[in-house]
């Protein structure tokens, strides 16, 4: 499968990205799970967002066995449609609450072994401690349902919406004793390449994107397995786009991962990311000044060369200097 994919998949899908070629990023409100903020005057009337990111889980979308639930979906996209509007959809299967984001058959069918697990994050005391729970993407059972997923929302809406997230890869599990059945670092590389490669797959007209931020086993430049290369590698092989949940430009461990392989990556393929909440805050180490959205805008610019960027709702900076930036920026 891979090799007809690299064969025939290392353009980008038709009229992916291709509205971002004067070499600005289109600009989305990611409004995460609040699905009816869409009918927001302030986001509709704004002449610069382009679209809407909204945020699914698998749980939400198949709740049982191939029994799908997709209304929300056809609602939000009808409704932007009708309002000049494109959707990005970000499918989740990892969080980071007690919030489970898989359908319970997973659970319940021994097939899976769980379907899901416990993720453990060393904090800065070294202790591991409970950070929510992710999909066993290194299970070939699980990703087979999942690809299914992928395929059957493919074949709905591929071509109608501008393109697909997937989730983050950063995971841990650094309380040794709570590591997962089959779980090591290179099969969930593998793992998550495969699935990559599974959405790909099923869309041929819109965006892929891969939230490829981090992986486990490894810390770039030092310690450095191919891990995160490797999907970024892989993304540019297949024609699928990378980025990541957050644009933290003074933070290192950000530069030395994500964000250069951004800069890095060759010309053609697409690159997406999103200001989350708390990256408006963040402070210049050496001076303690903010950044501005000027700033991050022109850093999501040069030297990332975004395709899109989606911007978080968290307040007071979306009212009172995203909306207000984007408005001085030239039209399209």
């Excluded at 819109?206 to 450095?224: I, K, Q, R, T, W």
């Excluded at 990378?242 to 290192?252: A, I, K, S, T």
Aim: include cysteine.
């Amino acid at each position: 499968m891979l090799a007809l994919l690299t064969a025939l998949l290392v353009t980008l899908p038709p009229g992916c990205g291709t509205s971002a070629r004067d070499g600005t990023p289109d600009h989305y409100v990611y409004f995460r799970r609040n699905h009816a903020r869409v009918a927001d005057t302030s986001f509709l009337q704004h002449p610069r967002l382009v679209g809407a990111q909204l945020t699914y889980t698998w749980r939400e979308l198949e709740p049982t066995p191939d029994q799908y639930a997709f209304d929300g979906i056809r609602e939000r996209l009808a409704f932007l449609t009708a309002h000049g509007k494109r959707l990005f959809l970000q499918l989740q299967d990892v969080s980071f609450s007690e919030t489970m984001v898989t359908p319970d058959y997973l659970r319940a069918d021994t097939a899976y072994h769980g379907g899901i697990a416990r993720k453990y994050e060393a904090g800065p005391d070294g202790v591991a401690r409970f950070d929510g729970w992710v999909a066993r993407r290194w299970d070939p059972a699980v990703r087979a349902r999942y690809a299914r997923l992928l395929a059957t929302l493919a074949h709905e809406f591929d071509g109608r919406i501008e393109g697909v997230v997937l989730a983050e890869t950063s995971i841990g599990f650094d309380d040794p004793a709570q590591v997962p059945s089959g779980y090591s670092p290179d099969v969930y590389a593998a793992g998550v390449r495969d699935l990559l490669t599974a959405a790909r797959a099923a869309f041929q007209q819109s965006c892929v994107v891969l939230y490829a931020n981090f992986m486990p086993g490894e810390a770039l430049p030092d310690h450095d397995r191919g891990f995160l290369r490797g999907v970024h590698t892989h993304a540019a092989a297949i024609g699928a786009g990378v980025g990541g949940p957050d644009v933290l430009p003074y933070r290192p461990f950000q530069r030395s991962h994500s964000l250069a392989l951004i800069a890095q990556r060759s010309p053609g393929v697409l690159a997406a990311m999103a200001v989350q909440d708390g990256n408006l805050a963040d402070r210049d180490r050496r001076t303690g000044r903010r950044i501005t959205v000027a700033e991050l805008t022109a850093y999501a610019v040069m030297p990332l060369r975004l395709d899109y960027l989606f911007w978080g709702t968290e307040e007071p900076y979306f009212t009172a200097e995203v909306l207000p930036f984007l408005r001085t920026l030239p039209p399209r």
